[in-house]
């Protein structure tokens, strides 16, 4: 244990006690022989840029959160269901629209087989969210269809099953927005031509609220969703009212498409219905966020997960067929870009145009697909910490953040999302099409691998449970066929380019991990002893300062064989540093080395070959320390003045074999140690920065 015993005296003779000293007690808390638990004391910096760092991350993200506190920031199923559902759930404001959007193309007739199309992606729905319950109970780690088919199928299905994953939540946040975008244009046109900076300000805050963690991103997200649901529900509600009661007044159309003329409608036929299928079948996207993000449940994880699943899918039934049902019936058609909205116009017969349900609806709407978003950004961060625990990611996506968040998934997700929004110029349609092909990858693989998890482990009611998977299986790789299809050459080609090309770097990155584990393995029967290799030190002096006496002295505590090195390209200087160096520095040789083409980086570097050369080849390379002097100003600004050239030689010589590269600062704190004994002359010139290691004037190193 760290500390000390101090002996202290008490007010009468024999009163005696003994004070513990613990000097680490304030940062650390001991928990046995040589392990301690790091305190929050223990985070915080004490220079004062770090101070006012800090304070600004607590303002902006709150306090940072010990491991321990991760189970309080679990989330109900309430609240679940806000963050998971709600892209699932939103993704019922625009589905109908693009159903309508293909069934134009077959005239008026054409747009009442809308519903039927609306049924039968609700009953895929059915099928889908069964298996994904499934996958909630049987991998309760979360990973979704990349865990699903890794384990079952082959590595290889679940690095494309986790491509398309990727691709999809990068989607899910820039048609979520884009949508969004096209909801408040409804209410106020002229936000159209604002669409990317209103994108750029919306994925900000959300990022933000994602790096708060999650119980307060539930907290912030929970309100619009649900004023969602019940005003949309009303909707649907006052719809059926009306029809029941043969009430219905159709809406006449507002800059709506036109029709195509007679001679170039196409055929109410199969291709026609399976176009308009794949045009709606974006309501399925996000249903396997929940089955991805099983962790961030209170406990019972699996159970409340599936439970979460079920709603959300009941509540996307209702509310998708039920826009439909309602477009159909009142007539709505799709306007021109820059108009409403069909789920707008859905309000405003239900509600009133301009009442305040409407206008409260609209905000509700543009709300919940704003922050629609959210289920990528839980669940994007997620996949990739795993996919990085796996060794297919970098190891950075893997780390959590103060607030307990996997910031790096984070950032990234939001970046890519509005680099893709501002290339497609926040265009709701042009979006689509990239959409749902990966999400049918994935429920295809996830439930194929789910048919060969119940055969394997056939417990009781595998049989029914392998005969839903199979038939989902079926059903998705059908629907993925025909959305490849139908909308390969409108977009969907890049999302089948961009699979493969993912897969191939996530391969490559768990090459380069694997080769360097293989490098650093130890070997168990290896016993590590004292080496016997020698050593030797160099030391780059930019000339004769404080800050090189350190580096010397740091030097001579590694190895007796300590040589300094002067590389400039004024000769007439060098004489005086040689002076000065030898007489103050004695018993370490001073190498000067003439540089007239002005380089440092090149003449160190052949000068430390040089010495590897005349080595005897019979004997082991000896191991070069190279000792760099730097000085440390004391404010951050000042630091961009010095140390330039150190932090180049450092880049240069990390990847030397048989070096190892040495910093050595030194503080303005250090100087007592320069002071003189009993008033004897000081030995040692006023510190010059090192920055001027390299010699001044342009040239090559």
Known sequence: MIGGRRPLRGQKPADRRVRVERPHAPFFRYTGPGQLVAKPAANVTLTPSGRFLRRTRALVFG???????????????????????????????????????????????????????????????????????????????GGGAYIVAKTNLAPIFGLIAAAALLIDYVMTVSVSTAAAISQIQSVIPAAYDFRIGIAFVSISLITVANLRGLRESGNIFAVPTYLFVVLALGIVAIGLVNIIGGTVTQVPPVDAVPFPPTNQLEPIGILLLLKAFAGGSVALTGVEAIANGVPAFKPPEAKNAANTMTAMSILLGILFVGLTLFAVQYGLRPTLPGGPSIVALAAAAAFGDGSVLFVTFAASTALILFLAANTSFNAFPRLAAILAEDGYMPRQFSFRGDRLAYSWGIVLLAAIAFGLLAAFNGDTHALIPLY??????????????????????????????????????????????????????????????????????????????????????????????????????????????????QAINVGRSIDDDVRAVFITDDAAAAVGVRESFERQIPGVPLVVVESPYRALVGPLLAYLDVLDAAWPPDKPSPITFVVIPEYVARSWWERILYNQSSKRLRTVLLGRPHTVVVAVPYRREDIAMFEPAHGADRPIEPPTPPAALSPPGPGPG
């Open 63 to 141: 306090r940072p959160l010990s491991t321990e506190e991760e189970i309080g920031e679990r989330l109900s199923k309430t609240k679940a269901l806000a963050i998971f559902s709600s892209d699932a759930i939103s993704s019922s404001a625009y589905a109908t629209e693009e159903i309508l959007r293909v069934l134009l193309l077959g005239g008026a007739s054409a747009l009442f087989l809308s519903l039927e199309v609306s049924i039968a992606i609700t009953l895929l729905l059915a099928v889908v969210s069964i298996s994904y319950r499934q996958v909630c109970r049987a991998y309760p780690n």
């Open 436 to 549: 749902s092909v990966g999400v049918f990858v994935c429920f295809t693989l996830s439930q194929i691998g789910m048919v060969k998890h119940w055969r394997s482990e056939r417990d009781s009611g595998w049989r029914w449970r392998a005969i839903v998977n199979a038939s989902g299986a079926v059903l998705t790789a059908v629907v993925l066929l025909v959305v490849v299809y139908e909308k390969f050459f409108a977009g969907a080609y890049l999302v089948v380019i961009l699979v493969p090309l993912l897969v191939g770097m996530m391969l490559f990155i768990k090459r380069q991990y694997a080769r360097s584990a293989r490098e650093l393995r130890v070997a168990s029967d290896l016993i590590v002893r004292a080496p016997h290799r020698e050593e030797r030190v160099i030391v780059p002096i930019p000339g004769m300062n404080r800050a090189v006496v």
